[in-house]
Nanobody
Framework: QVQLVESGGGLVEAGGSLRLSCAAS????????MGWFRQVPGKERQFVAA????????YYADSVKGRFTISRDNAKNTVHLLMNSLKPEDTAVYYC?????????????????WGQGTQVTVSS
């Protein structure tokens, strides 16, 4: 089992930045691909970014490419999402997710392990 806890969300003005963190416990995430999804009320969770466990290859949704950066620190069992140039349409609850396959996450298919989510609100 993997337990995931997100943090770092908040309220920010458009154009601003936030850095989300996901702390894993229960089992090392060293061999798990890690991803971020986001959800707004009434819609399904949407893929945002993912990073492989093997070589750190990263994947991004087109809507965030060039603005968001996903990174991981296996020694600290953490994953981060640096979000720059935030837009009001980035407002959502952001969730951390883990799965052995990065391509599964990139396809938008959820892995088995979720955090509780952290709210990001971008004001215009």
């Amino acid at each position: 089992q993997v337990q995931l806890v997100e943090s770092g969300g908040g309220l920010v003005e458009a154009g601003g930045s936030l850095r989300l963190s996901c702390a894993a416990s229960g089992r090392t995430i060293r061999r798990y691909a890690m991803g971020w999804f986001r959800q707004v009320p009434g819609k399904e969770r949407q893929f945002v970014a993912a990073i492989s466990w093997s070589d750190g290859t990263t994947y991004y949704a087109d809507s965030v490419k060039g603005r968001f950066t996903i990174s991981r620190d296996n020694a600290k069992n953490t994953v981060h999402l640096l979000m720059n140039s935030l837009k009001p349409e980035d407002t959502a609850v952001y969730y951390c997710n883990a799965d052995p396959s990065v391509l599964k996450l990139y396809s938008g298919t959820y892995g088995d392990y979720w955090g509780q989510g952290t709210q990001v609100t971008v004001s215009s």
